[in-house]
């Protein structure tokens, strides 16, 4: 969507994102276990919130609008109605108009699109808050809970855990088209733990990942699906995060910055946006990501730039082959040609396209609902110099992300840039 008001982004945060294996996650063998619980839904709703107003620098009472993304409060959490679990988070919210949405792993990408909605509406201060827990219940459980984002009464019957299996079927298809390898996969799990052992925020930020463990099965790193015929393609290591977690971005029009006397130039703008959604019952061609290529040559045309501006990209990475697609959907390489650009270290930090600086879903961690919003807060952070030990060199100027839910069902493409 090309944007008639001007938007930008005054405030942010993300929490840590945590899970088993982030030292700070209490389970059956953490000091605390019986003694502390780790953060509730609820909770991360209102830690995320209060830190991106003090990051704005703004009174609560500026903002507007909310979005609240989420996909499963109901049953990791027993707790749907999230716009009013927004409206307690903070003292000065009660009455606010807030509302949630959801469209799977995209729902944070969603929120973030629908704040940027109202300021064109002319709500000029807007919130989207993204939050997830998926820790309250075990593996297989967990995964029957995320299978309703495919088409569950036609795929869940594929394995126990069933979007490892959608996504080794992709790997199973690139592999034989001779256009991915396992080595390429591994190679990119290798660079999401790299990049989260230098983020603090990361769940897997203590995991150290050699290409031997990420290349080799073994009971560390099991083959674990049932389906016979998908096995071998889907490892532990390929896998994103089942983590908890949240993340806020507090958007404004340019008059509202203006209004409350901050310059522009000191502010990351969002250009533009792509969304596009696909029948539940796809996809059609197992080779390409055809939703998230669609939303992001909207993207493009409406902001007026494409794949060669982009300097910096964060990527839905459910699957590491997926961040392989991605690379193709967004334009940074021709189709079949995406591992070529992994295999030549070009999506590293200090590569020509550096994606997902953090660790990505892989190791920064997966909590659904927020997983669209730390990639945009992400870019803004990378843009503005503010991501420490991964910052990339040469502070970009240009960033983009893509944010999927399902097995690209729904996508959310966004562009950030920053002129000064």
């Not at 201060?125 to 495919?150: F, H, M, P, S």
């Given at each position: 969507?090309?944007?008639?008001?001007?938007?930008?982004?005054?405030?942010?945060?993300?929490?840590?994102?945590?899970?088993?294996?982030?030292?700070?996650?209490?389970?059956?063998?953490?000091?605390?276990?019986?003694?502390?619980?780790?953060?509730?839904?609820?909770?991360?709703?209102?830690?995320?919130?209060?830190?991106?107003?003090?990051?704005?620098?703004?009174?609560?009472?500026?903002?507007?609008?909310?979005?609240?993304?989420?996909?499963?409060?109901?049953?990791?959490?027993?707790?749907?109605?999230?716009?009013?679990?927004?409206?307690?988070?903070?003292?000065?919210?009660?009455?606010?108009?807030?509302?949630?949405?959801?469209?799977?792993?995209?729902?944070?990408?969603?929120?973030?699109?629908?704040?940027?909605?109202?300021?064109?509406?002319?709500?000029?201060?807007?919130?989207?808050?993204?939050?997830?827990?998926?820790?309250?219940?075990?593996?297989?459980?967990?995964?029957?809970?995320?299978?309703?984002?495919?088409?569950?009464?036609?795929?869940?019957?594929?394995?126990?855990?069933?979007?490892?299996c959608l996504f080794a079927r992709r790997a199973k298809v690139l592999k034989e088209a001779g256009v991915v390898t396992d080595e390429d996969i591994s190679k990119v799990v290798v660079k999401a733990y790299s990049n989260a052992n230098r983020n603090p925020r990361a769940h897997m930020r203590a995991f150290k990942m050699s290409e031997e463990h990420a290349a080799t099965a073994s009971d560390k790193n099991p083959k674990f699906l049932q389906n016979e015929e998908y096995k071998d393609h889907m490892k532990v290591s390929d896998c994103s995060q089942v983590s908890d977690g949240g993340a806020a971005i507090i958007l404004c029009s340019e008059s509202a910055l203006k209004r409350l006397g901050k310059d522009p130039a000191d502010y990351v703008e969002f250009v533009a946006y792509g969304h596009a959604t696909g029948p539940i019952s796809g996809p059609a061609d197992l080779t390409v990501l055809d939703v998230t290529t669609l939303a992001a040559q909207r993207a493009y045309e409406d902001s007026g730039l494409n794949a060669k501006d982009m300097k910096v990209a964060e990527v839905h990475d459910c699957f590491a082959v997926t961040e392989i697609l991605m690379l193709e959907a967004l334009g940074f390489a021709e189709k079949g040609k995406g591992a070529e650009l992994v295999r030549a270290g070009e999506t590293s930090l200090d590569g020509s396209i550096p994606v997902n600086t953090g660790g990505g879903l892989i190791a920064y961690g997966h909590p659904v609902g927020a997983t669209g919003i730390k990639q945009i807060v992400e870019v803004a952070n990378q843009i503005l110099g503010r991501c420490g030990d991964y910052q990339v060199k040469n502070a970009p100027k240009v960033g983009i992300t893509a944010n999927m839910g399902g097995d690209d069902r729904t996508s959310v493409v966004t562009i950030l840039r920053r002129d000064s």
């Open positions: 969507m090309a944007l008639r008001e001007k938007v930008y982004v005054l405030g942010s945060a993300i929490t840590n994102f945590i899970g088993k294996f982030h030292p700070d996650f209490i389970w059956k063998k953490h000091p605390d276990f019986g003694k502390k619980e780790n953060p509730s839904l609820e909770d991360y709703i209102a830690l995320a919130t209060k830190a991106a107003i003090e990051d704005a620098g703004i009174d609560a009472k500026e903002i507007k609008k909310g979005f609240v993304g989420n996909f499963a409060g109901e049953l990791f959490s027993n707790q749907g109605h999230l716009g009013a679990v927004l409206a307690g988070a903070h003292e000065d919210f009660a009455g606010k108009p807030f509302m949630r949405v959801e469209g799977a792993c995209a729902s944070g990408g969603l929120a973030v699109i629908s704040a940027v909605d109202a300021i064109q509406a002319g709500h000029d201060v807007c919130i989207a808050v993204g939050a997830e827990v998926q820790t309250t219940v075990n593996a297989k459980i967990g995964a029957d809970y995320l299978a309703r984002a495919a088409d569950y009464r036609n795929q869940r019957s594929m394995d126990p855990f069933t979007f490892p």
